[in-house]
């Protein structure tokens, strides 16, 4: 099923769509937020890429239409490695979790000096 992403980077906001089964192309978000050259889904590297790749979270389409399909998850894992401040932001959000502090987990993001990785996600319905 389609699902539409909007995420929002240091002031800029984009939405992406998945393909049918609910992967996105990691390269959309790259090239949306003009990212550098080193945080193209190409260099990614490290444990976390190789786990979300062996789990089917992350496919890789070589050739000509080049592309890195990842599942929801593996786009937050992806987004940690790109932003620090996210990755801070989800640190801080699951340990207001694990606290008991589900108020606390919901409001990390949402502070007015946080200028970090902010993702909504909506499930398309299509009538066919």
């Given amino acids: ?14 939405t992406i769509t998945s393909d049918d089964e609910g992967m996105l192309d990691l390269n959309d978000i790259w090239r949306a937020f003009d990212l550098k050259a080193s ?12 786990h979300l790749a062996s789990t ?14 990842a599942t929801l ?14 990755y801070m932001v989800v640190v801080e959000a699951f340990a207001a979790l694990t606290r008991g502090e589900p108020e606390e987990a919901l409001e990390t993001n949402s502070k ?4 970090s990785l902010t993702i909504l996600t909506n499930t398309l ?3 066919d």
Wanted: proline fraction near 3%.
């Fill in 112 to 115: 007015p000096d946080s200028k």
């Fill in 125 to 127: 319905v299509h009538n």
């Fill in 73 to 86: 998850e593996a786009l937050y894992a992806y987004a940690m490695w790109v932003d620090v401040e996210f």
């Fill in 56 to 69: 089917a979270n992350l496919q890789f389409i070589r050739g000509r239409n080049a592309k890195t399909l």
């Fill in 39 to 50: 945080q193209s889904p190409s260099q990614w590297r490290g444990k976390t890429k190789e």
């Fill in 1 to 14: 099923m389609k699902q539409e992403v909007t995420l929002t980077f240091n002031n800029t906001t984009a």
